[in-house]
């Protein structure tokens, strides 16, 4: 067990929303470029604080998301770090041409957080529950895709987005977690977490999947299967050298994400090892579905985003090992 992991694992007090708000305030104190542009969504996403810290540096553009994504790539243009928040659906498929044309490909510095990714939309339903922005968002060239796992990730990861130039999307949950790290943990953008070693299949999980990666972990070791877990909060750049380690020592991975098994995690683990090192891949992840309306833990059971789904199909992979 790594030693920035927590001795047990329970729901943290503190929304994710509240810890966000509170990493972006904090970075807005030392510097001044940062700006909060969004779309009606202050309390939803739980800006509001940063509206109350700086008045002169929020904006509330109303319900006009490619009108306010526009306006943030005016704002790089001139010097500013503009971060434009919405619930994931609107913040990346309702937008999708002008985060490509405006910001991305007039190489701008744009900070873009989806709110409510997959399931953790909850009772929003179908409409607003997006399993396709990761797939989007990893088309975009030199774009960098971040999901953390819990709020202890979020002072690294918005003094990153504000210190690193270019397009980034930061795909949050606004509602509790589990919380897995100690306070303090460090991470850096672009390189995995190594959670746990293993070796006889790799779980590689992001978002909320790393908690039920852990969940899966320990429900194999129980029949005698020894589970590596990694936590790959960055989507994209993917961390190929972890896993091309992971792939070489247990010859077997599972992917788990909060997405669909197109376009996502698993999808990125797939290509980079079938040019790296082919080994049995199996992926957990939302099959051919659109969303729908229920609880968290209704909806990760009715979609199989669960520990005991991570650990059946680690048990294929294996299995697949010696076919």
């Not at 972006?24 to 030392?30: C, F, Q, Y």
């Not at 700086?54 to 790089?76: K, L, T, V, W, Y």
């Not at 190489?107 to 797939?135: R, S, Y």
Request: proline share 3%; charged share 25%.
């Amino acid at each position: 067990m790594s030693e920035f992991l927590l001795d047990t694992f329970e729901v943290d007090p503190k929304e994710m929303r509240q810890a966000y708000c509170d990493a972006l305030i904090k970075e807005a104190n030392v510097n001044d470029k940062l700006m909060v542009i969004d779309v009606d969504v202050s309390h939803s996403v739980g800006t509001g604080k940063f509206y109350e810290a700086f008045p002169d540096r929020a904006i509330n553009c109303g319900i006009m998301e490619a009108h306010a994504i526009g306006m943030c790539a005016g704002m790089s243009e001139t010097g500013l770090i503009p971060f434009f928040h919405a619930f994931g659906v609107f913040a990346t498929r309702r937008i999708f041409d002008q985060i490509f044309i405006s910001c991305a490909y007039q190489d701008l510095n744009v900070k873009i957080i989806g709110a409510d990714p997959g399931v953790t939309a909850q009772t929003n339903g179908g409409t607003h529950m997006p399993f396709e922005d990761l797939g989007l968002m990893r088309l975009i060239p030199n774009a960098t895709i971040v999901e953390p796992a819990d709020s202890t990730m979020y002072d690294y990861i918005v003094h990153a987005m504000a210190e690193q130039y270019g397009v980034f999307y930061l795909r949050t949950s606004r509602r509790k977690t589990v919380k897995l790290y100690k306070p303090g943990t460090e991470f850096k953008v672009g390189k995995a977490m190594k959670l746990f070693d293993g070796k006889d299949v790799c779980i590689i999980a992001c978002g909320i999947m790393v908690y039920e990666a852990i969940r899966a972990r320990e429900i194999l070791k129980a029949e005698g299967i020894d589970a590596a877990v990694i936590d790959m909060h960055t989507i994209k750049p993917l961390d190929g050298e972890a896993v091309l380690e992971a792939a070489r020592k247990c010859g077997a991975v599972v992917t788990a994400e909060n997405h669909n098994k197109v376009g996502g995690l698993g999808s990125a683990v797939c290509e980079f090892l079938a040019e790296k090192h082919p080994v049995p891949v199996e992926r957990v992840g939302v099959d051919e579905s659109f969303g729908e309306v229920g609880t968290q833990a209704y909806l990760q059971k009715r979609f199989g985003l669960t520990g005991e789904e991570i650990a059946r199909k680690a048990k294929i992979a294996i299995q697949r090992k010696g076919a």
